[in-house]
């Protein structure tokens, strides 16, 4: 079985309880930087806690303080997760901005 024919066999037996729907979620990893040298800042802590408090669990430690992980919650429907994706990020930029930083992608 190749890998897309195992993808499409696991969507269409989810399991006990499933909704035989393929399910996803994105976790994307950002670096924190100053704006104008783009050098690496140690500021995960301060945006994070910058950032509105229900999207703050979405949100993951990394080994280094100068990254930013988003975990998306799981979706069903791919518009679903781009909104999501969407708001995760300008909540991230928000936050990496109040700290005195951006985010790189």
Do not use: C, K, W
């Amino acid at each position: 079985m190749n890998r897309r024919q195992a993808v499409m066999s696991a969507a269409s037996n989810p399991g006990s309880g499933g909704s035989g729907r393929l399910t996803l979620g994105v976790e994307e990893e950002f670096l924190l930087v100053e704006p104008e040298t783009g050098h690496v800042l140690p500021i995960m802590d301060r945006a994070v806690a910058a950032m509105d408090a229900q999207l703050r669990p979405y949100t993951r430690v990394e080994f280094h303080t100068s990254q930013l992980e988003l975990a998306s919650p799981v979706r069903t429907e791919l518009a679903d997760l781009a909104d999501t994706l969407i708001g995760l990020r300008r909540a991230a930029a928000a936050g990496a901005r109040a700290a005195g930083g951006r985010l790189l992608a």
